[in-house]
Nanobody
Framework: QVQLVESGGGLVQAGGSLRLSCARS????????MGWFRQAPGKEREFVAA????????DYADSVKGRFTISRDNAKNTVYLQKNSLKPEDTAVYFC??????????????????WGQGTQVTVSP
């Protein structure tokens, strides 16, 4: 079983920036894609960003395009989410995801087999 641990969340004012990290362990090497999702109070978990194993292909939810950047460092077994120009609407618990099923849709929460515990991001006005 893969273990995923998110870090970097916290309280930030609107317009500020945060960089989230997701460290994976249990299996040193992986060729799988990884993703970021978020869940706000009273809402379902939603797709934020995804990246392929090589980092050559990325995709983002429309709500974060131009503001968030997903990247990965396979040597460190870590995926990152740089979050700029933060808005109060970005307030949520952010989760990283791994073990996407072959041929499944990356924006579907049901496609991913492993999840981190989540890190809280609160953006104040």
């Amino acid at each position: 079983q893969v273990q995923l641990v998110e870090s970097g969340g916290g309280l930030v004012q609107a317009g500020g920036s945060l960089r989230l990290s997701c460290a994976r362990s249990g299996r040193t090497f992986s060729r799988s894609a990884m993703g970021w999702f978020r869940q706000a109070p009273g809402k379902e978990r939603e797709f934020v960003a995804a990246i392929t194993w090589t980092g050559g292909i990325t995709d983002y939810a429309d709500s974060v395009k131009g503001r968030f950047t997903i990247s990965r460092d396979n040597a460190k077994n870590t995926v990152y989410l740089q979050k700029n120009s933060l808005k109060p609407e970005d307030t949520a618990v952010y989760f990283c995801a791994d073990d996407k099923g072959y041929g499944t849709r990356y924006y579907d929460t049901n496609s991913w087999g492993s999840w981190g515990q989540g890190t809280q991001v609160t953006v104040s006005p």
